[in-house]
């Protein structure tokens, strides 16, 4: 009798051979695909050798025909176009109740557009997102489905047995919500990485310029955060980082060309919040600070013209670098409550029934930004599901209390000696603004209703009750009709 497959797989890149060794061994008997048949070949003599239950298919067709009923098949494909056409490619071969689930970092209106073409031809979906990198999908990523609901049942067993674990044993995945709600949620999850890289990129470069610290002693410094409240992955492997050698035995980071790429996520984060009129400052700033970084001939040509303070230091080191992890301890934090002010938001926008703690508790293990920290932001949302922001937790409350004159400090001698920290110091302009009663828009409101007659509220009126003034004299009374941004 022929061996029928749990489970299909399209895409033979390193994550989806990765995913298939997982789903593997874990018990399950995985079909691969890949649209170039060597590379599916090589793959089944090469790292799946031995493995008599991860079978090779030459087509879809043939794909398709290895499935257990319903079919279930994980595209990791590159986003876009490509995603449609592989969808096409299936459907011929589906049948009413299979399921096709999308693993790549699509945009989240695709994945709703797909989910409700999909379910008219009576066929589920679900766009999951896999965090983790290839060492995750391997030995257990943080996976975020969403899409249709009736989908989750049929790989609620398959996705739970190869995620990563928290200390107590709970899988890093559950059901997100529906539509686009899971690419969604990891789209954030993307956008909060790039502020923690670049977060973590400018104490870097406090240390280096201001400091003077040489990379060896950066990775001693990083090895002792990784022991407290910022032990997460990042600090880890940027730990690691600092100790690897070139061939010639000095630090490979210095020789690596600074100008940074990204594929997109932070900058759909950055759209989103935009769209939404949520203040995600901290990512925003980051995704610059790579568009920034890429601008590489024309920062060299600006250094030999434009002219700013030599960095100079006389303090003690040692307290200036704990100042340091400190004022990254507060940005961290409003990279985080930024991250879930936007998500709730976008619940709103979208009619999605988000649980907070459960997304924290997805994160806390096998994905990028997985950190102890994560387990408070759980706790806060256990205690609390209703709260607006992150800040008004008394824990993190009391730990940007704690950090704050050190992140002062931080922000205020960077900018005296000319060393751009653009996240650390728009997170902490951020908190500011957000702990301020009053904020200078009321001038704001008054010059938009000068120039276009967009109206204001009054201090002393109801609000929802409108005003326009003529400021002139000869301007008219007529106003403009208002919008939200």
């Given amino acids: 009798m022929e061996t029928k497959a749990d489970i299909g797989l399209i895409g033979l890149a390193v994550m989806g051979q990765n995913l298939i060794l997982n789903m593997n061994d874990h018990g399950y008997t995985v079909a691969a695909y890949n649209r170039t048949v060597s590379k599916m070949e090589d793959f089944i003599t090469g790292p799946a050798k031995g493995r008599e239950t991860i079978i090779g298919a030459r087509s879809i067709q043939e794909l398709a025909a290895l499935l257990k009923r319903p079919r279930k098949v994980i595209l990791m494909v590159k986003a876009g176009e490509v995603v449609d056409h592989f969808i096409e490619l299936l459907l011929p071969h589906l049948e009413e109740g299979d399921l096709i689930i999308d693993g790549g970092n699509s945009h989240y209106p695709d994945t709703s557009r797909r989910t409700a073409y999909l ?7 679900i766009g999951t997102g896999v965090s983790g990198g290839e060492e995750g999908a391997r030995h257990g990523p943080s996976i975020i489905p969403g899409g249709n609901p009736a989908a989750w049942p049929l790989v609620k067993d398959i996705f739970q047995a190869i995620a990563a674990k928290t200390p107590d044993g709970t899988p890093c995945c559950d059901w997100v919500g529906e539509d686009g709600a899971g690419h969604y949620v990891k789209m954030v999850h993307n956008g909060i990485e790039y502020g923690d890289m670049q977060i973590i990129c400018e104490s870097y470069q406090l240390m280096k310029e201001l400091l003077r610290l040489s ?6 410094v990083f090895s002792r955060w990784n022991q407290g409240e910022l032990d ?12 690897f050698k070139d061939q010639d035995g000095s630090p490979l980071v210095e020789r690596i060309l600074d100008t940074a790429g990204q594929k997109g996520t932070g900058k ?24 920034l970084s890429a601008l590489k001939d024309e920062r060299v040509a600006a250094s030999r013209v434009l002219r700013g303070p030599e960095p100079s230091f006389s303090g003690n080191k040692e307290e200036f670098a704990e100042d340091i992890r400190r004022a990254l301890l507060a940005a961290k934090i409003v990279s985080y409550a930024q ?5 709730r938001e976008a619940a709103k926008e979208y009619n999605w029934k988000l649980n907070y703690g459960s997304i924290a508790l997805m994160w806390r293990g096998g994905c990028i930004i997985r950190s102890v920290f994560l387990e408070k932001i759980k706790e806060a949302f256990d205690k609390n599901p209703e709260i607006n922001n992150l800040l008004l937790d008394d824990y993190f409350k009391g730990v940007i209390e704690k950090c704050q004159p050190s992140w002062r400090r931080v922000v205020s001698i960077a900018a005296l000696n000319g060393i751009p920290v653009p996240a650390l110091s728009t997170a902490l302009s951020f908190y500011d603004g957000y702990r301020s009663e009053r904020l200078p828009a009321n001038l704001l409101q008054a010059q938009r209703d000068y120039f276009g007659a967009h109206t204001y509220e009054r201090l002393d009126k109801p609000r929802g009750e409108f005003f326009h003034t003529n400021w002139t004299g000869t301007g008219g009374d007529v106003s403009s009709g208002t919008y939200n941004a």
């Fill in 119 to 125: 379910k008219e031809k009576n066929i589920l979906y």
């Fill in 215 to 220: 990379p060896d002693d950066m990775h001693r």
């Fill in 339 to 343: 991250g879930f002010m936007l998500m």
């Fill in 268 to 291: 759909w984060t950055g759209i989103s919040s935009l769209d939404l009129g949520v203040p995600t400052t901290l990512i925003g700033e980051a995704v610059y600070a790579r568009c």
């Fill in 232 to 243: 997460s992955y990042l600090i880890e492997i940027t730990r690691d980082i600092l100790a």
